[in-house]
């Protein structure tokens, strides 16, 4: 079900970057409307929370939506209007 969330806080470590390219190279896994991101946003978007206010600042490696694309329920990315 796609690949694992690695988080990391906003310092900033060249081994723990070569460690994730590595282990997660780009466009692995990644399911359909979604890219990988090697610092994406903590707080992305979904069905339940469209436009979340708070966000705490670290980087997410993994497979993120594509713009104008959230997460639903099932954690697929989807259109705003297929939210149900």
């Not at 723990?16 to 992305?44: E, H, R, V, Y």
């Amino acid at each position: 079900m796609g690949i694992p969330i690695v988080t990391r806080d906003s310092r900033n470590d060249l081994s723990f970057l070569l460690f994730c390219l590595a282990a997660f190279p780009q466009g692995s896994a990644c399911g359909p409307n979604q890219i990988f991101d090697t610092c994406g946003s903590a707080c992305q978007p979904s069905c339940k929370n469209p436009s979340p206010d708070v966000c705490v600042l670290k980087c997410i490696i993994g497979c993120r939506c594509e713009e104008g694309f959230i997460k639903n329920t099932d954690g697929n990315c989807v259109l705003t209007q297929d939210c149900s």
